[in-house]
């Protein structure tokens, strides 16, 4: 079974950082491209970032020079590290692959960034 588990969401100021964390079951995550997506209220689930089997990275370009996506072959996991957050940032972040044909995401969490 698949499985992603984020973590590491909050409240935070602008200009502050955050750390979200996705870890991972079932699935190697250094073989296949991990993406972080985000979801704010009243709008469409977007594209922040991710990562490929090579190692190659893309950003919105909302989050570029901000946001670095990265991850850790030993532990399974992939990462997003937001600085310099914006109140715009604020949504709902989902970590996302996909296996056969089938799209798998995490449960979702919550970054607020207050002004």
């Known amino acids: 079974q698949v499985q992603l588990v984020e973590s590491g969401g909050g409240l935070v100021q602008a200009g502050g950082s955050l750390r979200l964390s996705c870890a991972a079951s079932g699935i190697i995550v250094r073989l296949r491209t991990m993406a972080w997506y985000r979801q704010a209220p009243g709008k469409q689930r977007e594209l922040v970032a991710e990562?490929?089997?090579?190692?190659?990275?893309r950003y919105a370009d909302s989050v570029k020079g901000r946001f670095t996506v990265s991850r850790d072959n030993v532990k399974n996991a992939v990462y997003l590290q937001m600085n310099s957050l914006k109140p715009e940032d604020t949504a709902v972040y989902y970590c996302k692959t996909v296996r056969n044909g089938d799209e798998i995401w995490g449960q979702g969490n919550q970054v607020t960034v207050s002004s």
């Open positions: 990562i490929t089997g090579g190692g190659g990275t």
